[in-house]
């Protein structure tokens, strides 16, 4: 498994249910945020550029759960590149809780596929993955260029 992009997050009461656990749709949520903060503190050029015309849709999310979560729980989201295509880009997350104590464990997984775009909203078209953002994602790479 390759490096990883971090971002640290502590669950809050309004990301919980009745219940006390933390509600599902917030895992994507997370991972859009992830993704937000690295372009902010790795890849400032895109997002420049996405004041422009570029444009990251998401295709794709996923996630599968393998332990629940609640209110104060500290919480790791770990970003990799799976996948960069031309126009295309496939990213992984881990979420992992971290322990007091200094444990780790995987408590969720997803997944997150986003195409780049060009041109006004009504004509975008597929564009090539812009060279600063493939010079980000270098250090993160899980597995070789397609």
Same mark, same amino acid.
């Given at each position: 498994?390759?490096? /990883? $992009? ?14 006390? *656990?933390?509600?599902?749709? *917030? /895992?994507?949520?997370? +991972?859009?945020?992830c ?6 503190? =790795? ?8 004041? +422009? ?11 599968e759960? $393998? ?26 997350f881990? /979420? ?12 969720? =997984?997803?997944?997150? =596929?986003?195409?780049?775009? @060009?041109?006004?909203?009504? @004509? ?12 980000a994602?270098?250090? /993160? ?5 397609v």
């Amino acid at each position: 498994m390759g490096a /990883y $992009f971090e971002y640290l997050h502590t669950v809050g009461f309004e990301e919980t249910n009745l219940v006390g *656990n933390v509600y599902y749709v *917030n /895992y994507l949520r997370w +991972q859009g945020r992830c993704r937000e903060m690295f372009l902010k503190t =790795r890849a400032p050029e895109v997002l420049a550029d996405l004041q +422009q015309d570029l444009k990251l849709f998401t295709l794709k999310v996923d996630c599968e759960f $393998f332990a629940e979560i609640t209110a104060f729980d500290e919480l790791s989201i770990r970003m990799r590149l799976v996948e960069l295509g031309q126009t295309q880009i496939q990213f992984a997350f881990d /979420y992992v809780r971290l322990d007091p104590d200094g444990t780790e464990a995987l408590i969720a =997984r997803g997944s997150q =596929r986003v195409a780049c775009m @060009r041109g006004p909203n009504t @004509r975008t078209e597929p564009a090539r993955v812009p060279d600063a953002l493939v010079r980000a994602l270098a250090p /993160y790479t899980e597995m070789a260029q397609v």
